[in-house]
């Protein structure tokens, strides 16, 4: 019996997350101040961001150090464990070796405490007491509540209310750890009741939901906002699994020919992948796999232009790939995947082609689901699924192609507080939704009229 | 910093299940046969268990071989992290060193899993198809769920009703992994069409439960019952848990003053304490605390006395702590240690003096379970919330004798599935059952007619 998983020692814990800034061939471009349309200063974020997040944010320097008091609470969970997937690969009788690095081993269930732990201690140590948030399905949301916890500060989440009716427990946790939350739209803010009034019974999106958060985080003095996703402090944060990731394929004696990786604002994927894009820069041969769901085909079917993070147009402008702020995903059970937007950073690495983008459609996904938890026993989130279907894709390419490739993909988090969305699945009740070019593109209509930036093509 | 988390190489896991019963002061008295009162022979579990079961059930070795396909798909999560409480203990500033085994690292999410894959293995070898067996609050059916998608077999739960409506998710895990779970008393069986007739509305019992699945068993050829507690084999499976946890201890440098685990039918305590139990024979001095609640006193307030352990009376007679088998403990959340009766393992160490039991009240638990969630981040199922409890208890008193105690619990698994029972207890909704000596006489007269063990005292 060969090694099934490889834990690293506490001591292997990256002291430094990395910045891939300091790397990209082509630099990331800036984001705008969504008044004025020119470049942001730093200042302008000190409303929602504390300073030494703001500087994260901007960014040049390769190596960054992990503050001690971050160290310390990485280790309730971390060094997280690669797993080899002996048993998915028998079942596929596929060449090729398949390992996983497993995030769901967090309190919280998920890779969202990587960053989630040090943005708690960055607003603790910048005098914030309370910090305002919005969460899809609810790991960004529940993660965060953990963390402020560690740090003793409140937390008030706005959950994007189908998800927040359809996953109590998501609530129940981050009630457990002390944190409030509220379906959104609600009509504790402006932007909140205007949405109601709008639509009384609106299922909420991530992009209403991020109104709210900023719209109380700027209204109160000791009060900031804090975003899962998307924004470069974020992906540097999650670098840590990626960094951890390539000290365990060194001891098991591999090297990735194809990472995989679910991605809705791209954080967990670039956690993994940041490192080996640095790798990949340098001169190695790796086929790096953005997975997203077919019904929210940022990637795959979006523009790469300047658009706004949230609904409201309160957000800075940022380069990325986008579906339009006004684009509503259907309400697929991957709830973490439906963002209209990309973090800039991925998106630069796609358009740059260091890495590519493939959508796949919801059945599969839980499928490929059932197979994992029946073969490796863990059942995963349903964001998580997207990389396990495409790892099955590749391993089933493999075996046709007579290939011993070797797959490393991100798990993300566990399923255990998404396991309505199996039932819906075991039942039969899911389908697939077909997303028509009309409907993105008039959902990208809505920002023809935004600044472009250098790289926008037509 | 010193160390968080201890974890063993994969060549550390045990080769060796350990059996107490080579090593008992005082033997464990036989099992009677429920028909004639005499002590069981072997074939008499031939219809309900594989005879690689009935083996370790009466085996007297002190050392039992790990099979090596159970020892490969024990590396899917063990060996399981030990973890020191540093935050917890901060918290309580406490001069005590908490220690826990995290048994929630599992698929399943608690300890259950030690037994289920061992027992699904021996009944693959035997040729057994399909295994039928009953759940509490869910942790026991959606393990053998799992561990039976490991193996091949088919798998039918009879779940406690009240857990089956309070718990869709735990249905959910089950249906994940291909098994069948039904609420219980059903219609399906004879037993459960008897309960239905007396109570129409009958929230269920593990006893009443028992009875459903056993007789399903023994009407099928290559149909086998498991039980996921209570019996000798399944305490063996669990000495997993200790024999790391030593290891663990030695390389943390420290050895246990205080251990202490929740009990319902006993295999998690067992698991963990057993192999400290031979320390302790062998003249280490070491408080061992078995933590039951409240509302279902086995150990404190009931009787050692043969009795069966379901309520239809299927089961052979087992010399054991219990409030009779007509017992319906309140419905508490911790659906786990709703049981009449006790492990005739534990049992025996307990009127051995080898070990205690402490009695604790349901709102103390959860109080505790949310103390851990701020500090150690992990949400405690409701059951290991009694150890928790137990532990802060201990840790309190520590500070005030102002000792450097070395206490280690089992935190045997996590509450991910279990958060309406945290939704509850934050909305104000659990209140304390006070159990009067009334309704334990009365249901302790259901056994005064059974033959009584040499150890038995009125």
Redesign the interface.
Known sequence: ?D???I?LN?SELPRQWYNIMADLPTPVEPPLHPGTGQPLNPNDLEAIFPMPLIEQEMSQERWIDIP?PV??KY???RPSPLYRAY?LEKHLDTPAKIYFKNEG???A?SHKPNTALAQAYYNKISGTKKIYTETGAGQWGSALS?CC??FGLECKVYMVKISFNQK??RR??M????AECVGSPSSETASGRAMLAKDPDSPGSLGMAISEAVERAVQEETSKYALGSVLNHVMLHQTVIGLETQKQMEIAGDYPDIIIGCSGGGSNFAGLILPYVKDKIEGKEIEIIGVEPNSCPTMTRGKFAYDFGDLAQLTPLLPMHTLGHNFVPAAIHAGGLRYHGMSPIISQLLISNLIQSKAIPQIETFESG?TF??T????SAPETNHAVAMTIREALKAKEEGKEKVILFNWSGHG??D??A??DF?KGKLSDYKLSDDIIQNALKDIESLPKPKQFKE
């Open positions: 019996m090694t099934k998983k834990f506490e001690e160290f310390e280790l309730m969970w048993s081993v967090s309190p269930g953990f916890a560690q109590p427990y129940m946790m009630e457990t750890w002390g059932i938890a029946k490796e026993g863990f059942i255990l507080v396991l309505a199996y039932d075991n």
